[in-house]
């Protein structure tokens, strides 16, 4: 499929370097935590864990879900289920423009991205909780 978009729109070079890249450095993680709102991180199940990227996406061997004080979703997933997500949330940004998937899948992509750049960060808060 690639160079090309599910609409068959040519995506640019610099577009596919900079994907294979953030994938890269995805892959190279042993294990993040991801730090979400728990309807942040259904979102993130639902758009991943079908189609292309299900086989990179294994809900059953997730070391660990749980909830923290505040209630967010802290979610421990190895660097292929991190870049499976990537790979996901990147698609969702670049083909749903105006929609709420496309939002919602952009700003995941943006928080996860931030991190990548940090090779000793191993937590990644999507949504942080707002200050007072």
């Keep these: 499929m690639w160079p090309f978009s599910r609409e068959g729109r040519r995506i640019s070079r610099e577009i596919r370097e900079e994907r294979e890249e953030l994938l890269a450095k995805a892959v190279r993680k042993s294990e993040v935590v991801l730090v979400c709102q728990p309807n942040t991180w259904n979102f993130i199940v639902s758009q991943t864990k079908d189609g292309a990227r299900k086989k ?13 004080e505040a209630g967010r979703t802290r979610a421990t997933v190895s660097g292929r289920m991190l870049a499976a997500i990537v790979d996901q949330m990147s698609d969702d940004a670049l083909l749903r423009r105006g929609s709420v998937d496309q939002a919602m ?5 943006d928080a996860i991205v931030l991190d990548l750049n940090d090779p000793d960060s191993h937590v990644i808060i999507i949504d942080p909780i707002p200050k007072d």
């Design 56 to 68: 990179h996406f294994d809900l059953v061997t997730l070391p660990g879900i749980d909830n923290d």
């Design 105 to 109: 899948a952009a700003h995941i992509r």
